[in-house]
């Protein structure tokens, strides 16, 4: 599974890329979270806002810091 | 998107603001109220107003447009006409409708001149503005 935080490092971005890290540990599912920044690729995804959290390709979340329960939901925990 | 703190853009991406984020979508369809709805979403992302959005992503089920528009805080949907064709594209992807406009209703009659009236924009603009009141 691979996860992608998508966000320029702006302080909701960061809160965002934690939460996922949190869960991903605590949920023992087998990711690898990246950190999108580039301007270029966030807008590949056509996302209209940031941060924005991206599993194995599917946009799960735009322009809010998710819960992590939410996070967990979407790791099928 | 309340706390939403960047949008996608080269112009905005290295800063974080929650300004302008209403996002503004059109039918942008063959007539006269559809470019009008076009040309109105334009205008208003130009005046900072909102972002103007990509319809045919929402259209197309494509997940970053889909969760975009369910997302985001305010929202601006404009229909040229009754048919509702962006009306139509929300029901179908499962995006609950919100801030929807329907041109024609608002007394501008639908044809196939495409020479845009100033005194409609302006007319349409206002009522975009008054339809993304209350939402939050």
Same mark, same amino acid.
């Given at each position: 599974?691979?996860?992608?935080?998508?966000?320029?490092?702006?302080?909701?971005?960061?809160?965002?890329?934690?939460?996922?890290?949190?869960?991903?540990? +605590?949920?023992?599912?087998?990711?690898?979270? +990246?950190?999108?920044?580039?301007?270029? +690729?966030?807008?590949?995804?056509?996302?209209?806002?940031?941060?924005?959290?991206?599993?194995?390709?599917?946009?799960?979340?735009?322009?809010?810091?998710? #819960?992590?329960?939410?996070?967990?939901?979407? $790791?099928?925990? | 998107?309340?706390?939403?703190?960047?949008?996608?853009?080269?112009?905005?991406? /290295?800063?974080?603001?929650?300004?302008?984020?209403?996002?503004?979508?059109?039918?942008?369809?063959?007539?006269?109220?559809?470019?009008?709805?076009?040309?109105?979403?334009?205008?208003?992302?130009?005046? #900072?107003?909102?972002?103007?959005? &990509?319809?045919? #992503?929402?259209?197309? +089920? $494509?997940?970053?447009?889909?969760?975009?528009?369910?997302?985001?805080?305010?929202?601006?949907?404009?229909?040229? &006409?009754?048919? #509702?064709?962006?009306?139509?594209?929300?029901?179908?992807?499962?995006?609950?409708?919100?801030?929807? $406009?329907?041109?024609?209703?608002?007394?501008?009659?639908?044809?196939?001149?495409?020479?845009?009236?100033?005194?409609? $924009? /302006?007319?349409?603009?206002?009522?975009?503005?008054?339809?993304?009141?209350?939402?939050?």
């Amino acid at each position: 599974m691979v996860i992608k935080v998508l966000g320029p490092g702006c302080p909701k971005c960061r809160q965002t890329e934690e939460v996922v890290r949190q869960a991903v540990s +605590e949920s023992g599912v087998l990711a690898q979270v +990246e950190n999108v920044s580039g301007v270029m +690729e966030i807008s590949s995804y056509g996302v209209f806002g940031t941060p924005a959290v991206v599993i194995d390709g599917q946009v799960k979340s735009v322009g809010k810091v998710p #819960g992590k329960k939410d996070v967990l939901t979407w $790791l099928g925990k | 998107m309340s706390d939403s703190c960047c949008a996608t853009t080269s112009k905005t991406a /290295d800063r974080c603001s929650a300004e302008g984020n209403v996002m503004l979508l059109a039918c942008s369809g063959g007539s006269n109220v559809g470019q009008l709805a076009n040309q109105v979403c334009v205008e208003l992302t130009q005046e #900072g107003f909102g972002k103007m959005y &990509c319809l045919a #992503g929402i259209g197309g +089920e $494509l997940s970053g447009f889909v969760r975009s528009a369910q997302d985001v805080t305010q929202v601006v949907v404009l229909d040229g &006409c009754e048919v #509702g064709c962006a009306k139509a594209i929300f029901q179908k992807a499962g995006v609950p409708l919100r801030g929807h $406009l329907v041109l024609t209703e608002l007394g501008i009659a639908k044809n196939k001149d495409f020479n845009l009236k100033r005194d409609e $924009l /302006d007319k349409v603009k206002t009522a975009a503005r008054q339809a993304s009141r209350g939402q939050s």
